[in-house]
């Protein structure tokens, strides 16, 4: 027994009795039938039985999956910033997070079709809660994020964490990706939760926090859709939060809102890749000797360079423009894009509540204005 156990995805080993398991599953066979549309189901069994390792399983399945939601839900993905990466090292990417699946199996794509390696990535063990969606999960390489445990358990988890993402990192040679915060960003403000970067510090031992993590290669993405297909989904847990009220999640909100994120309309996808967080952990180490400071001072730098390589699609600045009842951004944007904008925000909320709207268009809009107050801040 390894002390990964509760966490880790499948050994290869384990891959093929796995996938025997959930090929009859009707989830497997909604997925499959997704995926490659006109082939027979025993097609694609008879081809399971040849599936031995998480790597087989991701090229021959998934990656034909992500490239099916990207023709089916979307108008293409672009990218920058990977030339600069070395196809030969493991990577942490740390990104902003908006939607629960296609954050990291974008990442996966574009790094699988770069010839770069793929991550093993985290995700929150509240998302796998359905059997299926749990092997799902360990097929794919993630690792499980434990929620809603007791304050001891929870450290003890966070330890466990920490020391397998840098025994991915330094001894699998494995690439990892993060999510910057814990859960979804739901109002367009990207922004680096420091408990997230105490949880990766806590396998530092005795090295200093700054050296630890220049040994970490941490790289910030930029995730920008144009359209979030789970927009109207964040409103109630956003007008919840505006009315100071607890918000409970319903039964099958999450797995609702992965399908949302799967199948609804994103229009353009970008990703962008920044540089390797590296002599910048050198100044912090200078300026502060305090771990909090320092810990402070690293996730504003991966927080500049998400919000400074996110891609403004049209629809920030027509939210902007919305939102301040004014066309200071109008040159970014074509009438026919602001009419089909407005159409969604009548189709998706109600157009009279004004508070539901603010919010709406606040969370298109937030990356444009954080990117405008950072912009301000380095000239």
């Not at 997230?196 to 806590?202: C, E, G, R, S």
């Not at 290669?217 to 979030?228: A, F, G, H, L, R």
Request: hydrophobic fraction near 40%; proline fraction near 3%; aromatic fraction near 10%.
């Amino acid at each position: 027994m390894s002390k990964f156990d509760e966490i880790r995805p499948f050994y290869d080993h384990e891959v093929n009795e796995a996938l025997r398991g959930v090929a009859r599953d009707p989830m497997m066979k909604a997925l499959m039938n997704f995926t490659f549309p006109d082939v027979d189901k025993q097609v694609w069994r008879k081809q399971f039985k040849n599936i031995h390792s998480v790597s087989d399983f991701q090229h021959n399945f998934i990656a034909h999956t992500v490239r099916q939601i990207l023709e089916k839900s979307s108008e293409g993905l672009t990218t920058s910033g990977f030339d600069q990466l070395d196809k030969n090292t493991p990577y942490l990417f740390i990104s902003n997070h908006r939607d629960i699946v296609l954050d990291t199996s974008l990442l996966n794509l574009v790094l699988l079709e770069g010839g770069f390696i793929m991550t093993s990535s985290a995700i929150g063990d509240n998302l796998v809660q359905k059997t299926f969606l749990h092997v799902l999960a360990k097929l794919n390489r993630n690792f499980l994020v434990q929620r809603g445990l007791p304050i001891r358990e929870q450290l003890q988890s966070s330890q466990i964490m920490s020391e397998y993402i840098k025994e991915l990192l330094h001894d699998k040679k494995r690439s990892v990706w993060i999510a910057q915060r814990e859960g979804r960003t739901k109002d367009g403000n990207d922004a680096t939760q420091q408990g997230v970067l105490k949880m990766l510090a806590m396998a530092a031992g005795d090295l200093a926090l700054t050296d630890y993590f220049k040994t970490l290669k941490i790289v910030p993405i930029s995730i920008s859709y144009e359209y979030d297909p789970t927009d109207s989904l964040k409103m109630p847990q956003l007008l919840a939060k505006h009315r100071d009220e607890e918000y409970i999640k319903g039964e099958n909100e999450d797995f609702t809102t992965m399908l949302s994120g799967v199948l609804g309309q994103k229009k353009r996808i970008h990703l962008h890749a920044g540089n390797v967080i590296d002599t910048e952990l050198d100044t912090i180490a200078e300026q502060f000797e305090n771990k909090n400071k320092q810990l402070q001072a690293i996730a504003k730098i991966i927080d500049d360079s998400i919000i400074q390589n996110y891609k403004l699609w049209p629809t920030k600045y027509i939210a902007y423009d919305l939102l301040h009842h004014t066309d200071t951004y109008a040159a970014h944007y074509t009438e026919k894009e602001k009419q089909l904008f407005v159409r969604r925000l009548e189709m998706r909320i109600d157009p009279n509540d004004a508070v539901s709207k603010d919010y709406f268009l606040s969370m298109y809009a937030n990356p444009l204005i954080n990117k405008m107050k950072s912009q301000e801040i380095f000239r």
